[in-house]
C-alpha cells in the first residue's frame, strides 16, 4: 500500500511540473540543468526504473534535484526477461571529445571488476550533464541477476576498446551502481 502511494504522489508531483512548465507559469525552459544541479550530483550517474524528464522540464534546480533524488534506485528490477533503466549522468568535467562510452561493469567480486558491455554515446560539447534514455540489459548480453554493475560514462575510442593505455583504467566522467533484481 505504501508503495502504491509512494508512486501515486510522484505521478501526481510530475504531472504537475509538466503542466506548470507547460503552461508557460515559469518562463521558456532552460536548455539544460544549471549549476545547481550539477553540483548536487557532480560524477554521478543517476539510474532509474522511471523515465526522467529533460532539464528543461523543471521549473527550477530544487524541483530537478528533489525529483531525480526520488527517482534514483539502487535496484532495477526485472520484467518480462529485461532490465529497462533510465540514466542521466552529471559529468565531473566537460568532455575533451564528442564520443563517449556507457560501460557496464560487473562489480559483484570487487576483486576482479569484468566489463560486461560498452555502448556508444554522444555528448553535446561543452554540456556536463548527459541525458540518456531508454537501457534494456538481457542475460543474452551478458547480464546476471543479483549482481551489482557499474555504471560509468567514460572516454570513448575508436577501436572498441573502452580502456587506456594508462594501468588498463578508462577515464570516467561520471559513475553510478545498480544491482539488477
Do not use: N
Not at 21 to 32: E, L, T
Request: proline fraction near 4%; aromatic fraction near 8%.
Amino acid at each position: 500500500m505504501g508503495l502504491m502511494r509512494r508512486r501515486g504522489s510522484l505521478w501526481a508531483c510530475m504531472a504537475l511540473a509538466v503542466t506548470l512548465v507547460g503552461s508557460g507559469v515559469f518562463g521558456p525552459a532552460r536548455a539544460r540543468a544549471d549549476e545547481t544541479s550539477w553540483r548536487q550530483f557532480r560524477g554521478r550517474v543517476v539510474v532509474s526504473d522511471y523515465v526522467i524528464a529533460p532539464a528543461a522540464s523543471f521549473p527550477s534546480p530544487d524541483v530537478m534535484v528533489a525529483a531525480l533524488r526520488r527517482l534514483e534506485r539502487a535496484t532495477i528490477e526485472a520484467r518480462d526477461g529485461f532490465w529497462r533503466m533510465h540514466l542521466y549522468a552529471f559529468l565531473d568535467r566537460t568532455p575533451d571529445a564528442d564520443g563517449l562510452r556507457l560501460l557496464a561493469i560487473d562489480v559483484t567480486d570487487a576483486r576482479e571488476p569484468r566489463e560486461v558491455r560498452a555502448f556508444d554515446v554522444k555528448a553535446t560539447e561543452g554540456e556536463k550533464e548527459l541525458p540518456l534514455g531508454d537501457f534494456v540489459l538481457t542475460e543474452a548480453m551478458g547480464f546476471v541477476k543479483g549482481h551489482r554493475y557499474e555504471i560509468a560514462v567514460a572516454r570513448g575510442r575508436g577501436t572498441g576498446d573502452s580502456e587506456t593505455a594508462d594501468k588498463g583504467k578508462a577515464d570516467v566522467y561520471a559513475k553510478g551502481v545498480i544491482t539488477l533484481k
